[in-house]
């Protein structure tokens, strides 16, 4: 079946520019995340959806990122007046109810560069 | 609070083992992964422990002791295509924390 799939794949972007950032989970996954990596770092966790339930937003380094999901499927990450420091790959995963075994299949990610 | 420490970079030759540690101090504990990631590539799941021993698969074993907060990843036979970031992850109040990685390079 198909896999997380992320687009765009990769998005240059001016500095103060919004950018829009989509992920489509496997269809069935009621858990969504989003994560950052910069280069050569680990991922840093963004946000967190779980089916109905309010978003975890703790991860969220600032109030100019905002994500939502819409019909419990598809997912859009919206970065306001993107900084340089913005830079990095967002990667989306989405698994099953975190239940027992809640591994998390990631998507190809998106790699954005703000000039 | 949360903190995961992996060696930063390991380096090992083509039919060795090699064991990758990490440890962990963490708020809320309910099993701990371990990824790999190529580079320019997502990461993909390899293992994932929830009780304290060695789960063993193929090539791969991964080892927990949840009252030491450590695990490890002990990789067998290496071959070239090892070469990778290996991720350990750990899912407390359904939330994943992954640490910096740990960069295999396998030398003939």
């Known amino acids: 079946g198909a896999g997380v799939s992320q687009s765009p794949s990769n998005k240059v972007t001016e500095k103060g520019k919004d950018v829009e950032l989509r992920c489509d989970p496997i269809?069935?996954?009621?858990?969504l995340y989003w994560y950052r990596q910069s280069l050569g770092q680990g991922l840093e966790f963004l946000i967190y959806?779980?089916?109905?339930?309010?978003?975890?937003k703790s991860g969220l380094p600032s109030d100019r990122f905002s994500a939502e999901r819409t019909g419990g499927s598809v997912s859009t990450l919206t970065i306001q007046r993107t900084q340089q420091e913005d830079s990095a790959v967002y990667l989306c995963?989405?698994?099953?109810?975190?239940?027992?075994?809640?591994?998390?299949?990631f998507g190809p990610g998106t790699r954005l560069t703000v000039t | 609070g949360q903190n995961i420490d992996q060696p930063t970079e390991m380096t090992a030759t083509e039919g060795a083992i090699v064991q990758i540690n990490c440890t962990y101090q963490?708020?809320?504990?309910?099993?701990l992964f371990w990824y790999q990631q190529h580079a320019g590539e997502a990461p993909t799941f390899l293992s994932y422990?929830?009780?304290?021993g060695l789960e063993e698969k193929g090539r791969f074993s991964s080892f927990l002791s949840r009252s030491k907060g450590y695990s490890y990843l002990l990789l067998k036979e290496l071959q070239m295509k090892d070469s990778a970031s290996y991720l350990c992850?750990?899912?407390?109040?359904?939330?994943?924390?992954f640490g910096t990685g740990t960069r295999l390079l396998v030398s003939p």
């Open positions: 269809s069935g996954h009621t858990a």
């Open positions: 995963a989405s698994s099953l109810s975190s239940g027992n075994n809640p591994e998390q299949y």
């Open positions: 422990n929830v009780l304290d």
């Open positions: 963490t708020s809320g504990f309910n099993g």
């Open positions: 992850a750990v899912t407390g109040f359904q939330k994943l924390v």
């Open positions: 959806f779980q089916g109905n339930s309010a978003p975890d």
